[in-house]
T-cell receptor, first 112, second 113 residues
């Protein structure tokens, strides 16, 4: 089956710095990927997505990069703020098209 | 729109007790999902329902049953709770067709003693 993994379980950054969170996926046939943010005590919230026919997608202060050659995703957060402190998950859409597989998450702590 | 709602928010059970977790969505989504989240682990799919009237097993279905009551509601039942089912349970819904995200509820924190 598919599996999604994250390289770093925790990440601490200074407020104002840029953050990069990485994710590896195993199924080269996956066609859609999502990054979610989960704050303490809440459900995951959508941040940004990318389709497999794209290499890069930008949102407000966030950018997702997709490298299909090495099956790697990254989430870049510009000018990280204390409100960005959360656990970030990548999710990979399975071959059936109606299931997602989630990584274990990276906990981001922003130091004021 | 309330999005995805879940009840209860917290529950403590004794081993062997049964309970049903409720989930409802008001976004007219076809697909609904139940996940569990354990410390240090990602979300694992228990069951899902691609459309009203259908349900399918996910990665970790043992010990659970589900009912897709109608398009809005998808319940998860623990018939005989075990300590290994102590977890946070999330319900999600998703529109089908194309590229769509899953919307998550706030979760139910379940402890089985």
């Amino acid at each position: 089956g598919e599996s999604v993994g994250l390289h770093l379980p925790t990440l601490s950054v200074q407020e104002g710095d840029n953050s990069i969170i990485n994710c590896a996926y195993s199924n080269s046939a996956s066609d859609y990927f999502i990054w979610y943010k989960q704050e303490s005590g809440k459900g995951p919230q959508f941040i940004i997505d990318i389709r497999s026919n794209m290499d890069k997608r930008q949102g407000q202060r966030v950018t997702v990069l997709l490298n299909k050659t090495v099956k790697h995703l990254s989430l870049q957060i510009a000018a990280t703020q204390p409100g960005d402190s959360a656990v970030y998950f990548c999710a990979e859409r399975g071959s059936r098209g109606n299931q997602f597989y989630f990584g274990t998450g990276t906990s981001l702590t922003v130091i004021p | 729109n309330a999005g995805v709602t879940q009840t209860p928010k917290f529950q403590v059970l004794k081993t062997g007790q049964s309970m049903t977790l409720q989930c409802a969505q008001d976004m007219n989504h076809n697909s609904m999902y139940w996940y569990r989240q354990d410390p240090g682990m990602g979300l694992r799919l228990i069951y899902y329902s691609a459309s009203e009237g259908t349900t399918d097993k996910g990665e970790v279905p043992n010990g659970y049953n589900v009912s897709r009551l109608n398009k809005r509601e998808f319940s998860l039942r623990l018939e005989s709770a075990a300590p290994s089912q102590t977890s946070v349970y999330f319900c999600a819904s998703m529109d089908t067709g194309g590229y769509n995200e899953q919307f998550f509820g706030p979760g139910t924190r379940l402890t089985v003693l």
